[in-house]
């Protein structure tokens, strides 16, 4: 946040891939609705468009009872819907009441042919269950941090109280047949929120750390694609946030201090992902045909709530959506 021809998989995976598109606005496809699937589904179908496509993405910031405003404003330009949508638990109070707003469309993209994708700008553990962005945007001490990542501390058992508040909504999902791309603690190599900027062993890590042990182990969430996150921040020593791979499926990362990443941020993500995807989970300019030639194996991008208009022209979105490396909903196609 700123303050994102073909394979056939053995899996059963088919990515349809139409003929080049126009310069004038296509019909929208007829997307073919996902049945039932579980996370491998989605890294399998990843790993088959790496170097080769990308998907493309937009972010539904608040309200939460709007959870779809902004991917009907890219098919309300390109005439076309993004392959992924992506949205947020939040924080305030108002949204908060409306979660269960983000899981039906959640599951409503996914059966229209897009992947999901879930954000947390969640209130610290010293707060309540809602809270203000200046709250997100908190502090802890060294000694509360110390805390919260000790087993069965106070803190430390306020922070899965605050998990256990959108466990139901992720259990509604994997019920579904809903792999979820989840995205926790997001951009944690910065300083704006409570999470971020600590690197190190026990630093925002540990805390990515315990938050995928507690919901992917003690909560059975096998639905999840763990998506770690960080920003391009010039500062650079992104390894030093790395919780390891064994809590993660995806290494992503936003681009917000430059437009688009530079050529040494991308073989950093992708030495730190050791073969991993790899993907840009927050974009606010569209990603431009030569970005997308020199850096291949972006998995996805997101665009950003309003960045889409903001920071881009009407005919900038057309272009990056048109793009015949850019796939969008009704290209992906789960039997």
């Known amino acids: 946040m700123k303050s994102a021809t073909r394979a056939l998989l053995t899996t059963g995976l088919v990515v349809a891939l139409g003929a080049t598109m126009a310069v004038a ?13 579980n ?11 790496k170097g080769q496509k990308i998907v493309s993405g937009q972010h539904n910031k608040e309200p939460a009872s709007q959870p779809n405003q902004y991917t009907q404003r890219v098919k309300d330009i390109t005439g076309v819907y993004p392959g992924l949508w992506g949205g947020d638990f939040l924080f305030n109070s108002a949204d908060v009441a409306n979660r269960q707003r983000i899981v039906d469309q959640a599951k ?8 999901v994708s879930l954000t947390w700008h969640v209130c610290p553990p ?3 269950s809602s809270c203000s962005f ?4 908190s502090d802890l001490t060294d000694a509360q941090w110390s805390q919260l990542t000790t087993n069965g501390t106070s803190l430390n058992t306020a922070w899965k109280k605050r998990l256990d508040e959108i466990v139901p909504y992720l259990q509604q999902l994997k019920d579904a047949g809903v792999p979820a791309i989840f995205r926790p ?14 690197p190190g062993s026990n630093g ?10 507690y919901l992917a182990n003690t909560k059975g969430l096998s639905n999840l694609v763990w998506a770690w996150n960080v920003q391009d921040n010039p500062a650079g020593g992104f390894s030093s946030y790395y919780p390891g791979s064994g809590s993660v499926d995806v290494v992503t990362l936003d681009a917000w201090y430059k437009a688009f990443p530079s050529a040494s941020e991308y073989q950093s993500l992708r030495s730190i992902a050791a073969g991993k995807p790899i993907a840009l989970a927050e974009v606010g300019t569209m990603p431009t045909a030569a970005n997308l030639a020199a850096q291949p194996e972006w998995t996805w991008f997101m665009e950003w709530s309003e960045q889409l208009e903001g920071s881009n022209t009407a005919q900038a979105i057309k272009d990056t959506y048109y793009n015949p490396r850019v796939l969008h909903q009704g290209d992906l196609t789960i039997p």
């Open 25 to 37: 606005a296509p019909a929208a496809p007829d997307a073919e609705a996902f049945g039932a699937a």
């Open 39 to 49: 996370k491998a589904t989605v890294l399998n179908y990843l790993a088959s468009i």
């Open 108 to 115: 409503t993209e996914w059966k229209n042919g897009a992947l």
């Open 126 to 128: 010293t707060v309540g």
């Open 134 to 137: 200046d709250d997100v945007k």
């Open 185 to 198: 603690l997001h951009e944690m190599n910065e300083q704006w929120a409570w999470w971020g900027g600590r």
């Open 204 to 213: 925002s890590a540990k805390l990515y750390q315990i938050t995928h042990d």
